[in-house]
Nanobody, 121 residues
Framework: QVQLVESGGGLVQAGGSLRLSCVAS????????MAWYRQEPGKERELVAGISSTGNTNYADSVKGRFTISRDNGKNTIWLQMNSLKPEDTAVYHC???????????????WGQGTQVTVSS
């Protein structure tokens, strides 16, 4: 069994900062891509930032220069440092990972339950 557990969400005023964490645990042989997605009520889930196992990153245009994704492969953990937060950043933030389980070949997608981020104006 594999679990992704997010933490660090909360309520913050516009211009403030939050740091999200996501830890992958369980039966894991290796992890490829890890990423943060967010979803507002009634809208589709959108990619916020992704990071490969070698540290290559990509960001949504709306968060470039404000958010930073980082990763510790040894701890199966990623973080999302969010600065200069705006009300439009309000959403549930979900962790995503491509994980290969022991004695298997393929990487499968796994999602966390999400953590709420609310930015007040």
């Amino acid at each position: 069994q594999v679990q992704l557990v997010e933490s660090g969400g909360g309520l913050v005023q516009a211009g403030g900062s939050l740091r999200l964490s996501c830890v992958a645990s369980g039966s894991i042989a290796s992890i490829n891509l890890m990423a943060w997605y967010r979803q507002e009520p009634g809208k589709e889930r959108e990619l916020v930032a992704g990071i490969s196992s070698t540290g290559n990153t990509n960001y949504a245009d709306s968060v470039k220069g404000r958010f930073t994704i980082s990763r510790d492969n040894g701890k199966n953990t990623i973080w999302l440092q969010m600065n200069s937060l705006k009300p439009e950043d309000t959403a549930v933030y979900h962790c995503y990972a491509d994980i290969r389980r022991p004695f298997t070949i393929n990487y499968l997608p796994f999602w966390g339950q999400g953590t709420q981020v609310t930015v007040s104006s």
